[in-house]
């Protein structure tokens, strides 16, 4: 280290150029996050920390060992998980009531039970002190001493956590119904990552309308199959129909609402596979060389999507639900934890009924080895490159392609449990009003209860639009 120093000072910052601090210190790395202040814009109503009133996936059940418990944090707070004496993972708030310090520093040195570092404050699954070992077994402080417990529920290898004040939801509501299912055909699997940047800014990047065809141009999932002979999903003027569900969800209203919009560009009854951008007088994509191999892969995607499709009634089949997933046919739910304001951690969740033992040895091996990678990393991973420099503070200039994250933003503002209601909320907002002024100028019918639903009368005179 010596020498190289001593070089560097003879080589003395040479050769130093304007690219090295282009960008200032921070070069790439995600803004730090800002909410809006306007009353006039609905993200200001929504929790930079996530909403309370809900069931959160925490952690593996596999990670909680019986010796050691297990910081945590959700929601801007540190929580503290272990087991109980019949085994079954706790949580607590990372708080010992006699001191203040944290519990997920201390020990389990009796099975099923947690003890402060401090004084050895013990405690049982149900937060009651039961013993506090600096004081001796006749402790006055044992049945005084109460650490705060919150309710939580393990299923297929998730612990789930409540993080709300009163007496928990029903765990139907928040959690996707493949978890509560005991079939021995299910192959269940998970991912768990952490990105950089607000659980909003995350959240709404899934079931964006459009961003497929641009975004996700290099997945290599898309560079196969019909994906490539369509460039992904169809790019349009129009956004994705979508309506608010049981106050839980906001979906898709119906597959001919989807195509409808799809049509837009149609030339002979197809999407062409390049359009034509007469103002900067170029096609996209820039060329066709991906649809020489597109024909060979097409069957592997076709044999893929059958067997991805999501279950469940109207609210679970796609869409954004409450308090914070997506969920997205042929591909995964994904939901966005918050953690801090600036950092989400995401869990993927795949689920497949395969009724042959090699059948569901072959779906573990191969999506440990391939899917994984190919959904949870390189597709998702532009996701997070593309969106988490978002900032939100600053005004925004929607248009038609937004009317899900309008949705999306309606349903949290106006029906998720525990958010302050606001008078203002039922107005359009700025954003919106831009949105409603892109279908007006679109001629694109509008139901304002369903969250902009919007129907085209007809398919655009392509001739303008489309060069071959």
Known sequence: MGLLKKLNNVRGGYPEGWRRLALGTDGNATPPFHQPTDPNDRRSLIPALGLREYWYPALPDKDVPWKKPVGLKLLGERYVFFRDTKGEVQALWDYCPHRGVYLSWGDCFWKGYVSCPYHGATFDGDGECVEFITEGPDSKMVGRLKARKYPTRTLHGVVFVWMGEGEPAPIEEDVPPEFFRDDS??????????????????????????????????????????????????????????????????????????????????????????????????????????????WFFEWIERFYSKRELLEGSEEWRGGMHLPGMQRINHLYT???????????????????????????????????????????????????????????????????????????????????????????????????????????????????????????????????????
């Open 185 to 294: 055909e299910l192959v269940f699997m998970t991912t768990w990552r952490y990105w950089d940047c607000n659980w909003m800014i995350a959240l709404e990047n899934t079931s964006d309308a459009h961003n497929a065809t641009y975004v996700h141009r290099n997945a290599i999932r898309h560079m196969f199959g019909p994906h490539a002979k369509t460039a992904a999903r169809p790019r349009t003027p129009l956004g994705y129909p979508s309506k608010i569900v049981n106050g839980r969800a906001a979906v898709g209203t119906t597959q001919k609402g989807r195509e409808d919009v799809a049509k837009y560009y149609y030339k002979d009854g197809k999407m062409p596979y390049q359009l034509y951008y007469p103002r900067v007088n170029g096609k996209w994509p820039l060329t066709k060389w991906r649809l020489s191999w597109a």
């Open 334 to 468: 994904r939901w966005c934890i918050p953690v801090e304001e600036n950092l989400t951690r995401v869990l993927y969740v795949r689920t497949r009924r395969i009724k042959t033992k090699v059948g569901r040895f072959y779906e573990r091996v191969s999506f440990r080895a391939i899917v994984e990678w190919l959904n949870h990393y390189n597709f998702s991973d532009q996701d997070y490159d593309a969106m988490r420099s978002s900032r939100w503070q600053y005004p925004e200039y929607l248009s038609a392609t937004d009317s899900h994250v309008v949705a999306q933003r309606r349903l949290i503002t106006e029906h998720a449990r525990g958010l302050k209601r606001h008078v203002e909320v039922r107005d359009a907002t700025t954003a919106e009003r831009l949105v409603v002024e892109a279908h007006e100028l679109l001629g694109i019918k509008r139901d304002d209860d369903a969250g902009f639903v919007h129907v085209p009368d007809e398919t655009h005179d392509e001739q303008s639009s489309v060069k071959d």
